[in-house]
């Protein structure tokens, strides 16, 4: 099991450590929300569990439950913000320890319709502003 808090972390820590890949929207009863700064999925985001767990199985039933209905929340806010024709969901963890999961908006005349989401493309960035926007329709539905 791991341990509920780690300064090491960049969920956990947040600050520089998360603003590298990410821009935090909100918390919800579980988890903290971020924009994925790489944006060639419009609309990608991460849900972050609030506790410093690795797997799922480290959550109680409850706790799994609450976490997916977050997740699930997220999700039909994407669809209602941005109207994809898929949303794909990724939860790795090999080299970040702590559990989360990519949110992949996909759309079927856009980037990598068909196939599997790159973890981080690095092709598409957004100004400040356009940020701040895509942040605001996804907080509408939140």
């Not at 990608?44 to 929340?73: F, G, M, P, Q």
């Amino acid at each position: 099991m791991s341990e509920l808090f780690d300064a090491n972390c960049s969920y956990c820590a947040e600050g520089a450590l998360v603003e590298a890949f990410g821009i935090k929207i909100c918390e919800l009863a579980t988890s903290k929300v971020y924009l994925f700064k790489e944006q060639s999925h419009p609309g990608r985001v991460i849900v972050a569990h609030k506790k410093h767990v690795s797997e799922i199985v480290e959550l109680t039933a409850e706790e799994r439950a609450a976490y997916l209905e977050d997740i699930n929340h997220v999700a039909e806010a994407l669809h209602k913000a941005f109207s994809p024709a898929k949303v794909n969901y990724g939860a790795y963890g090999d080299t970040g320890h702590h559990l989360h999961f990519h949110l992949v908006p996909k759309y079927t005349d856009g980037y990598e319709w068909g196939g599997t989401f790159a973890m981080n493309p690095k092709e598409t960035f957004l100004s400040d502003a356009e940020y701040a926007e895509m942040i605001e329709k996804i907080k509408k539905y939140l």
